[in-house]
């Protein structure tokens, strides 16, 4: 491979980026709090700041703080520096998908005893989906969590297929929030540690095996070979320098991959049926697979 292709660009760019964050797979818990997946849905975007006020104090809608614990599933204690990824709609029912000002989206870094809270307001329904708001949960040696919390009292609750009754929570009014007609809810997630490469890997690589839509003129084969993993990038469009590129993924977790030649890692995400539907990099790209 040149050193001039765009994938190693867009490797380079992306191991300078942000720290590895591991992805999540549905998986039974035995400590206090239950770890509950949820579709991440189409409208998760990177790069939202870090902030406890996802937006002004008078952006239309009923105000609402979220706040909860971030612990260890298997020992419910807390992750102190757990960070969460959080997105939702505004009142018209619109997500923030282009603007600089991430309207309505935010990180927000969990305290020593693994505690969040941030301010809001309440999600309205859009199409067939109730009032929710959407949580990407990462901590260092962890899975992430990607998951949803939901709103008690929203017929579509009942309707929409993709709502888990552990997910909906009872709303409180707030006392201390200056806002007129606050409300409070209480969201804990808890996370389970990444494993390391198991006897199975023959296995599960041939689930992994697929193509995975890279960036929109990058598409990512990946064949499994026995116990070993490739892939093989191919490239349309103003990337496209006539380069076919390919290597090897070297097993660093169950199912987290680094590319040596670029100093890279690529994580294989399930989905709440346990089938593996994206792949998350080391920038915090998300690739969807396509078949
Ligand atoms: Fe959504």
Same mark, same amino acid.
């Given at each position: 491979m040149a050193r001039t292709s765009p994938v190693r660009r867009r490797l380079i760019a992306g191991s300078l980026a942000l720290p590895f964050v591991p992805l999540a797979r549905v998986f039974a818990g035995n400590g206090c709090v $239950?770890? *509950? /997946? &949820?579709?991440?849905?189409? +409208?998760?975007?990177?790069?939202?700041?870090?902030?406890? =006020?996802?937006? +002004?104090?008078?952006?239309?809608? /009923?105000?609402?703080?979220?706040?909860? =614990?971030?612990?260890?599933?298997? /020992?419910?204690?807390?992750?102190? +520096? $757990?960070? #969460?990824?959080?997105?939702?709609? &505004? @009142?018209?029912?619109?997500?923030d998908m282009d603007s600089d000002a991430f309207r309505l989206r935010g990180k927000i870094k969990a305290d020593a005893l693994g505690r969040y809270a941030f301010d809001t307001i309440v999600p309205v329904p859009y199409g067939r989906r109730p009032k929710h708001i959407h949580y990407l949960v990462t901590q260092p040696g962890y899975e992430s969590r990607i998951t949803q919390v939901y709103f008690e009292g929203d017929d579509r609750n009942a309707t929409d297929r993709y709502v888990k009754k552990e997910l909906i929570i009872a709303t409180t009014e707030h006392a201390g929030d200056p806002r007129t007609g606050a409300r409070l809810g209480t969201?804990? *997630? $808890? #996370? @389970?540690?990444?494993?390391p490469p198991e006897a199975d890997s023959e296995h599960t690589y041939r689930e992994y095996a697929g193509r995975y839509q890279f960036t929109p003129t990058i598409?990512?084969?990946?064949?499994?070979?026995?116990? =070993? #993993?490739?892939?093989?990038a191919d490239v349309h469009g103003d990337d496209d320098d006539g380069e076919p590129v390919d290597g090897e993924f070297m097993p660093r977790a169950k199912g987290r991959f680094f590319v040596p030649e670029y100093d890279f890692e690529v994580t294989f995400v399930r989905n709440e049926h346990g089938s593996?539907?994206? /792949?998350?990099?080391? @920038?915090?790209h998300l690739s969807k697979r396509i078949d």
């Open positions: $239950a770890p *509950v /997946t &949820n579709i991440i849905g189409p +409208a998760y975007r990177k790069g939202a700041p870090f902030r406890t =006020r996802l937006c +002004a104090p008078d952006e239309p809608g /009923t105000p609402l703080t979220m706040q909860g =614990r971030i612990v260890d599933a298997a /020992t419910c204690k807390p992750l102190a +520096a $757990a960070v #969460l990824d959080v997105w939702q709609v &505004n @009142e018209a029912g619109d997500y969201l804990d *997630v $808890a #996370l @389970e540690r990444e494993r598409l990512l084969a990946v064949t499994a070979q026995g116990r =070993r #993993l490739f892939w093989h593996v539907d994206h /792949t998350l990099d080391s @920038e915090g």
